[in-house]
């Protein structure tokens, strides 16, 4: 307990970051299940009343939670510039060189399990980490924008109607479309279970205190710890 009470505490993940990231999550998780219940054949199919309310009242919860997910997207969007400086977009500095000198170097950190030997080099997300969540937000783009567009036959007249209705025609007709949205929302679900997969081994081997971040915003940190990069040597 002694020795707690000397790790350093450094403020990373501000308040509303980290309320992101759970409604987000949650978010996420019930349009991953609605969205099962909503393709299950066994469920759309049926004939009887309460078949019909239930698949009805799933497309609503699911339409509500995507609603969500589009509101988180559009946050994190404006925190890149009104966050602190672990969140500003400031860190994704992909047109430098040496941003992705950092990504090979922490890639090959992790095939090799090299970092399980490591002190961390910093206490926001690494470059690979960063330019990963990046990839993420742009599949959710793709399923907002694909989401919404298979809601236009519902409301072709309405605001989804006219934002949307271009999309379609676009890739293919509503079939490519809804194709589409599956396979990337199987992607962006398989890339979800292995971040916390990740996270939790990270957090028992290399940095205990990193999932733990989420809830109160702060890292730990040895005593006179330094960020480092030592992909610049």
């Not at 922490?106 to 399980?116: D, I, L, M, N, S």
């Not at 961390?120 to 742009?138: E, F, G, K, R, S």
């Not at 509503?174 to 971040?195: C, N």
Request: charged residues 15%.
């Amino acid at each position: 307990m002694a020795k707690d009470k000397k790790m350093q505490k450094i403020y990373v993940w501000d308040g509303p970051l980290r309320i992101f990231h759970w409604v987000n999550a949650i978010a996420f998780f019930v349009l991953f299940i609605t969205g099962l219940m909503i393709a299950a054949p066994g469920v759309t199919t049926g004939g009887e009343p309460w078949d019909q309310f239930s698949v009805a009242t799933t497309r609503n919860v699911h339409f509500l939670a995507a609603n969500i997910f589009t509101v988180c997207l559009l946050f994190r969007i404006a925190w890149f510039f009104m966050g602190n400086k672990y969140s500003r977009w400031q860190r994704l500095k992909f047109y430098k060189p040496a941003y992705w000198k950092e990504v090979l170097y922490v890639a090959k950190e992790y095939f090799t399990f090299r970092h399980v030997h490591e002190k961390p080099h910093y206490v926001d997300h690494n470059a690979l980490a960063a330019a990963t969540y990046v990839a993420i937000y742009v599949l959710s783009v793709f399923l907002i924008v694909s989401g919404y567009a298979l809601r236009v036959g519902i409301d072709p007249d309405g605001v989804i109607g006219g934002l949307f209705a271009w999309f379609n025609p676009l890739v293919g007709g509503e079939g490519v479309t809804r194709l589409w949205h599956h396979a990337i929302a199987w992607l962006a679900t398989a890339i979800s279970v292995l971040h916390i997969l990740w996270s939790i081994s990270y957090t028992l081997i290399v940095d205990r205190s990193a999932l733990l971040a989420m809830f109160n915003g702060y890292k730990e940190r040895d005593p006179g710890w330094k960020p480092s990069k030592p992909w610049e040597k």
